[in-house]
T-cell receptor, first 109, second 114 residues
Framework: EPEVTQTPSHQVTQMGQEVILRCVPISNHLYFYWYRQILGQKVEFLVSFYNNEISEKSEIFDDQFSVERPDGSNFTLKIRSTKLEDSAMYFC???????FGQGTRLTVV | DQQVKQNSPSLSVQEGRISILNCDYTNSMFDYFLWYKKYPAEGPTFLISISSIKDKNEDGRFTVFLNKSAKHLSLHIVPSQPGDSAVYFCAASVIIQGAQKLVFGQGTRLTINP
């Protein structure tokens, strides 16, 4: 069964550092998404991506966030200067029913 | 602005009985609804969905009911099994600028007691 793969499963970073979270969506899917879940809170939409550009982003997705498909298969989320409140589980998803990856836990210290 | 609400943070059900998880939404533009199940340290797993043109969709032990006039959907699990213990999220979908966006409820933790 096809699956969405995310790496790393857990990343610890210093506040103010840049992080890149990586996702390999299901091949042939065209829509890609990043969601996050802060501990104890609900899953929140960050951004959707189609045809190599952002189609929608939430107010959480400010200038310190960016997404790209650097090589046509990987889909990355970059946080330029991490803050403590960026600590969360970050989920990548693709297509209509949104097949989720297992998540990447980001801890900002 | 909570467009999708799951008002019960937790639910406890005896094994073999029916589990009913509820979800309410406010945005009439939502046209597709989904239920996800999440175990600790894993990503959400898609369970079942329903289009706004239907009022019921069944898949094995799982049935989703949609009441559009009440803007309410529910997930029925029967019979409930210990492996069903997890957090359940309902999500509503809307197409914006050609892309589909999911809006999630805050989740209900279901515990199945032996």
């Amino acid at each position: 069964e096809p699956e969405v793969t995310q790496t790393p499963s857990h990343q610890v970073t210093q506040m103010g550092q840049e992080v890149i979270l990586r996702c390999v969506p299901i091949s042939n899917h065209l829509y890609f998404y990043w969601y996050r879940q802060i501990l104890g809170q609900k899953v929140e939409f960050l951004v959707s991506f189609y045809n190599n550009e952002i189609s929608e982003k939430s107010e959480i997705f400010d200038d310190q966030f960016s997404v790209e498909r650097p090589d046509g298969s990987n889909f990355t989320l970059k946080i330029r200067s991490t803050k403590l409140e960026d600590s969360a589980m970050y989920f990548c998803a693709s297509r209509a029913e949104a097949f989720f990856g297992q998540g990447t836990r980001l801890t900002v210290v | 602005d909570q467009q999708v609400k799951q008002n019960s943070p937790s639910l406890s059900v005896q094994e073999g009985r029916i589990s009913i998880l509820n979800c309410d939404y406010t945005n009439s533009m939502f046209d597709y609804f989904l239920w996800y199940k999440k175990y600790p340290a894993e990503g959400p797993t898609f369970l079942i969905s329903i289009s706004s043109i239907k009022d019921k969709n069944e898949d094995g032990r799982f049935t989703v009911f949609l009441n559009k006039s009440a803007k309410h959907l529910s997930l029925h699990i029967v019979p409930s099994q210990p492996g069903d213990s997890a957090v359940y999220f309902c999500a509503a979908s809307v197409i914006i600028q050609g892309a589909q966006k999911l809006v999630f409820g805050q989740g209900t933790r279901l515990t199945i007691n032996p």
